[in-house]
């Protein structure tokens, strides 16, 4: 079966998405099939372009190529999701967030400062509504993300689970005396979040932080808050790192932070579980709290310095809790057969 995948993206922007897809292509090529992969730019900035980078993808042909016929078209990011095909899968990652639940946020939000925010907003909602139900199915990235499209389309979405990259490299290790946090720095995430709870912690917690920031001004605010609040010598700041390097920090650590704010899925909560590691996340995270249990594979705190301060000490006081929680972590990501067969097999059924 000759099959596209159609995604949209940044240049020189590479994040989950762009890993997701890369791994689907081979995923696909593994299966037999002949896979190809169509990343269209998609500027989202200013606001009265994003329509048209929507008629751009509903004028694309994809039906043949050189004579070829194209037999399937999976979809995944907006608005390439929306590209015609009369044999086309969806696999939403996840909507425009801006025209829906990120609308008003007090800091992702960006549409509503435009005069013309509302009407771009109507015109990205209204062509969810009437372009995803062309998809002979549609699946989405996590229960979170079908909440969503439920929510405020009113389409169904079945939610299909991708394991993260080089899952099988993964492994456990004794634990240092360090947690692990890696992610992009934005507020999305929550790094000032973690240094403001570590600061609220009755051991001497240490964090370990990896991941470059989306704007200069964000690590700035975490560098101030570490200054202010005397977190010198328990906060580590990494900055890039590679995959190896990433693989050895999650096996020696003593437990992942992950409490980003509504979260489409969240690969970090996967690495850590392949590592057998536990992991500290938020009431309001979104995606992994499909993964975390709370209190058996991590624990669940609010979104407030001083429960994820309470949430680290309990974990650096009882290390053999911590260990076990891991453990249990691992088997609950066995028990949820997370592959990549089963995932093209959704897809192309």
């Known amino acids: ?87 086309k899968t969806i696999w939403l990652l996840h909507q425009h967030r801006t025209a829906y639940e990120l609308w008003d946020h007090r800091t992702a939000g960006d549409l509503i400062h435009y005069p013309d925010g509302p009407v771009i907003r109507e015109t990205i909602r209204q062509a969810d509504r009437e372009l995803i139900p062309e998809a002979k199915a549609v ?15 009113g389409i169904a979405g079945e939610p299909l689970y991708s394991p993260p990259a080089h899952a099988s490299q993964f492994h456990a290790g004794p634990a240092d005396g360090y947690f692990f946090f890696p992610s992009r720095v934005s507020r999305m995430k929550r790094q000032l979040l973690v240094i403001e709870g570590l600061a609220r912690c009755r051991e001497k917690t240490r964090v370990r932080f990896a991941g470059e920031a989306d704007h200069p001004g964000e690590l700035a605010a975490c560098v101030e808050a570490i200054r202010h609040l005397k977190m010198e010598g328990r906060v580590e700041w990494l900055g890039w790192i590679s995959e190896e390097q990433k693989r050895e920090l999650y096996a020696n650590c003593l437990g992942v932070i992950f409490p980003p704010e509504d979260e489409n899925y969240g690969y970090v909560t996967l690495e850590a579980m392949l590592s057998s590691k536990p992991v500290i996340t938020c009431s309001d995270s979104g995606g992994p709290l499909e993964l975390v249990v709370d209190r058996q594979t991590g624990l669940v705190a609010d979104p407030t310095p001083e429960s994820l301060g309470q949430a680290m000490d309990a974990l650096w006081v009882d290390r053999r809790c911590a260990a076990a929680m891991g453990e249990a972590g691992r088997a609950r990501y066995e028990d949820l057969k997370i592959s990549w067969e089963h995932a093209v097999e959704k897809l192309l059924c």
């Open 1 to 87: 079966m000759r099959v596209l995948v159609v995604t949209s993206g940044v240049p020189f922007i590479r994040g989950g998405g762009e890993i997701l897809a890369d791994n689907l292509c081979l995923a696909l090529s593994r299966a037999g099939h002949d896979a190809e992969l169509i990343s269209i730019p998609f500027k989202r900035y200013p606001p009265n372009r994003i329509p048209d980078h929507i008629l751009a993808c509903r004028l694309l042909d994809l039906t043949e190529a050189c004579g070829l016929r194209i037999d399937r078209v999976i979809g995944l990011r907006f608005p390439a999701y929306l590209t015609p095909h009369p044999n």
């Open 139 to 153: 699946y989405t990235l996590s229960e979170n993300v079908s909440d969503r499209l439920r929510r405020f389309c």
